[in-house]
């Protein structure tokens, strides 16, 4: 859906001598940060649509008779030769709304500038900015997520056969495969997209025309305006569409907050599984950092940004759900706040998933130090049992005594299972003549592509299990993909409409 935003900057930092090629433009500017980028006023990000907001109520009240055609015009042609980028917000005006009031009366010479506020208030003014801002980051932000599931499932329809431990508390653990792993990863995704899906949903409804919360006796028609920008419909209460403000961002702020705990995950299976000590991966070149005093590092700056930024989501939702649980029915200032903490998140996050995406993309696993470290600290140990559980008609718990038994008797001589080691503990156990194995029987457990043939069910680490896991996930991020795409052309739609519509007559 978003076009490919990993582009190669120019080399110009104190490390990466030994690293080939540049930096990915996107990774350098994530992982810099705000270390030297400036933030704009919070205003200047809704001016745009701060615009469209005066442009649609003030059509509405000249249909209404509030305003002249002749006055909707002058307003009309004077927003449309404002230049959005050189138009300086000044401080001792407030905010972004009395600004452009005094644009169009004073700068422009528009007497009918001092009619634009009839039938509404800043408050439901501010609110509709910013819930065409949040609708339009929404959209963003999921066609970047929609992007990083499709690359992990690419990368995982090759790699159902690429085994490699599994782990829990950070410890070897059971086989698995790496596409199993992957899948991990996109089936979270998923979810993550259809929790923004029910967000845009229910941001995308009108509060304008609800004025301080108390509604107006000016003769406004609200379906108009809320056909005018794009919404599906109003917000109807008044008083509610005023007092719920921050309620979207709150919303939003927690799909994101779990996203960024999931991105943070993968970002620490990078790390780890790019760790020299581990040897699983490698790092595209483009997306590591160095070390302005050690030359031979190759750090994984994004992931550990990552984290960070899962944290600081986190805080950010914690802050949101705060600034509205103690304020009483109506406007309270309390919200402004709202709209900086919504507009750090989506600055500090919009990159993860371009940055992950090309990560992904570009990662080298290396198979045989997967597989080798498959078969090693007894990962099979589990699947053992099982199978001698299920071979012998014996109870698990038997057999998972066996088995530990095995296990202290095999690293005796080395790190998998033993014939001997195995004899020595069903002997121990009391099981000497019911169980019979062969060296045939040890080979085939001790092989890590063998045991994961036998997990068929579904969702399992089985090369069959996988692609069909594959395949239902890519159908489901094809009908994600279609909504969001949908969602883009309606809103390019209505935006194409209200162009026409706001035209004067």
Sequence with gaps: MVADMSKKAKKNQVWGGRLEGNPDEANLRFCAGRDVTSLPMADKELLGWDVWTNLAHTKMLCECGVLSKDEYRQIYEAFEKLDLDSFDLDPAKEDVHINLEHYLVHTCGIEAGKKIHSGRSRNDQVATDMRLYLRWEILYLSASV?????????????????????????????????????????????RDLQAMNKDYELINRSPLGSAAGFGTSWP????????????????ENTLDAISSRGEAETRIAGSIGVLMNRLSQISQDLILWSHPFYGIAKISDQFVTGSSIMPQKRNPDF?????????????????????????????????????????????????APVVLTGVIETLTLNQGRMEELAKKDFLNAADWADWLAQEFKLSFRDCYEILSLAVKYSAQTGDVMSLKGLEQAIQESGFEGRIQLDQKQVDRLNNPKE???????????????????????????????????????????????????????
């Design 146 to 190: 929609i992007n990083l599931a499709l690359s992990i499932l690419e990368r995982a329809q090759d790699l159902t056969e690429a085994v490699m431990p599994g782990f829990t508390h950070y410890q070897p653990a059971m086989p698995t495969s790496a596409a199993h792993w992957l899948t991990a990863w996109s089936q979270g995704l998923l």
């Design 220 to 235: 406004i028609n609200r379906e108009r305006t809320a056909e005018l920008l794009g919404f599906d419909q109003v917000e």
């Design 303 to 351: 992931a550990e940004l990552i984290r960070a930024k899962a944290a600081q989501a986190s805080g950010t939702l914690v802050a949101l759900m705060g600034i509205q649980k103690g304020a009483m029915s109506g406007y309270n200032r309390d919200s402004q706040q709202s709209k900086y903490l919504i507009m750090d998140l989506f600055r500090e996050v919009k990159d």
């Design 451 to 505: 045991l994961l043939k036998t997990k068929t069910h579904s969702g399992a680490p089985s090369p069959d299990s996988v692609q069909k896991m594959i395949k239902h996930q890519r159908a489901k991020l094809a009908e994600l993909d279609a909504n969001w795409t949908q969602l883009t052309h309606q809103f390019d739609a209505r935006m194409a409409f209200a162009l026409e519509a706001l035209k004067p007559d």
